[in-house]
């Protein structure tokens, strides 16, 4: 036999994939969480954009007295309103996106390219819209904190002493706290440190740590500041517990879930297909007793446990 004969006995496996059909899956977004905030609040339709929060004017100024069987005079009293209530404008977060249609004729086997390109698309701004419910400078979480429900840290993690301090500041049923996974990793080393491991729930198939009962809830959306700070906020949810309430525009045009709107804008002489994508939201605290904050929150930043708590 030569040497330079084909010794090969059977089929390749590189000459045999060519006849093989891959199993592909629909592209992975990383960036993609579990909005917890998204679906532990209440949201409320808001007519033509606007939500306005009236308020009582000097609560404290309505009298009332639990007077002895002889007497026959009682207090009168009204209660008033605040004249110029806050109004709460939605917020739209928007793009367009562009699909060529020979790209969606052509290559939408067996996954369809623009079913894919709009779900990849929604999930960005559905991202962007729990930002938003935090960090935004006029409606967000962090800039709703009234000055006297904002307590800090003495220094270091975060202790059990520092989330009953939160607990005293929205006292009245409170639903959860809000942290972001470092910080809830950090109070679960603390809290172990001192010999008290706090317990785990379940809620929407996944496990939380809990303080008092109440669930830590992640979101990597909680900002750090330049040294390396976090903060653990605490909300009471509801319009009837006059809590925390997300808004939202009913019935938009194209509506594909609550606030959200896909609206096909037609193809241009380049065969560019356009979507217009819309989210209308905002978010209101009904009363300042209904959120708290804990500011100064040090972690453990060189250990990243953030995907154990997502």
């Known amino acids: 036999m030569s040497d330079h004969q084909d010794v090969r006995l059977a089929l390749g496996d590189s000459a045999a994939r060519q006849l093989a059909n891959a199993t592909k ?25 606007i939500f306005r929060l009236n308020k009582v004017k000097n609560p404290l100024n309505v009298q009332v007295a639990c007077s002895q069987r002889d007497e026959a005079v009682l207090p009168q009293t009204f209660v008033d309103y605040e004249e110029q209530p806050r109004e709460y404008f939605l917020n739209a977060v928007t793009t367009i996106l562009d699909v060529h249609t020979r790209v969606s004729d052509l290559y939408s086997s067996p996954h369809d390219q623009i079913r894919e390109q709009l779900r990849l698309t929604i999930e960005t701004i559905k991202e962007r819209q729990e930002n938003e419910l935090i960090n935004n400078p006029e409606y967000g979480l962090l800039a709703s904190v009234d000055p006297s ?11 059990p002493d520092d989330l009953d301090e939160l607990i005293a500041r929205v006292w009245k049923e409170p639903a959860f706290f809000l942290a972001h996974p470092l910080a809830i990793a950090a109070f679960g080393r603390e809290c172990t440190r001192r010999g008290v491991p706090p317990p785990t729930v379940s809620l929407f198939g996944a496990q939380f740590l809990t ?23 605490l909300l009471r949810v509801g319009d009837k517990r006059q809590g ?14 609550p606030g959200l ?19 209308y939201c905002s ?13 100064d929150v040090e972690v453990d930043k060189y250990h990243d446990y953030s995907d154990t708590y997502k």
Request: charged fraction near 15%; glycine fraction near 8%; charge should be neutral.
């Open 149 to 159: 429900q904002r307590i800090s840290t003495l220094g270091g993690a975060p202790t």
């Open 283 to 295: 978010l209101a605290v009904l009363t300042e007793d209904a959120l708290a904050v804990l500011d």
């Open 244 to 257: 925390v309430v997300g808004l939202y525009q009913p019935g938009v045009a194209g509506e594909q879930s």
């Open 261 to 279: 709107s896909v609206r096909f804008m037609g193809i241009n002489r380049n065969a560019i297909a356009s979507y217009l994508i819309s989210l």
């Open 211 to 233: 303080w008092r009962g109440l669930p830590l809830v992640p979101s990597d959306k909680i900002p750090f500041d330049d040294n390396g700070k976090t903060k653990i906020l």
């Open 25 to 49: 899956t629909v592209p992975q977004l990383s960036t993609i969480s579990p909005r917890w905030l998204v679906h532990l609040l209440q949201w409320t339709p808001v007519e033509a954009g």
